[in-house]
């Protein structure tokens, strides 16, 4: 069975910085592609906005353009984790945080939102 799990969220101040961190099992790294979504305060599930992406065979990347230079997705093949490290956060970073995978490449899986599986989200709060 499938499972992802995140963690790290909080509280930040706008300028701040948060690690979200998020624990796959029950899937071959090989296979998948992993990534972080955003849900905006206020919007429905179905609203959820890929953020950054990874393949977890060979850590290509994708990033959405508003956090290009201010967040690195990484990975642990061996762990079966993908990281967040969001640095020079904004307010409008504020959102639920979900972890997602699907065995697809990463832009595929950050533009056109993942099909498998999904986290049950790790709140983020950037405060002006």
């Known amino acids: 069975q499938v499972q992802l799990v995140e963690s790290g969220g909080g509280l930040a101040h706008s300028g701040g910085s948060l690690r979200l961190s998020c624990a796959a099992s029950?899937?071959?790294?090989?296979?998948?592609?992993l990534g972080w979504f955003r849900r905006a305060p206020g919007q429905p599930r179905e609203a959820r906005d890929g953020v950054s992406c990874i393949s977890g065979k060979d850590g290509q990347t994708f990033y959405k353009e508003s956090v290009k230079g201010r967040f690195t997705v990484t990975r642990d093949a061996g762990r079966r984790a993908v990281y967040l490290q969001m640095d020079n956060l904004k307010p409008e970073d504020s959102g639920i945080y979900y972890c997602?995978?699907?065995?697809?490449?990463?832009?595929?899986?950050?533009?056109?939102?993942?099909?498998?599986?999904w986290g049950r989200g790790t709140q983020v709060t950037v405060s002006s």
């Open positions: 029950g899937l071959n790294f090989n296979f998948y592609s």
């Open positions: 997602a995978a699907d065995q697809t490449s990463p832009s595929r899986l950050c533009v056109l939102g993942g099909n498998d599986y």
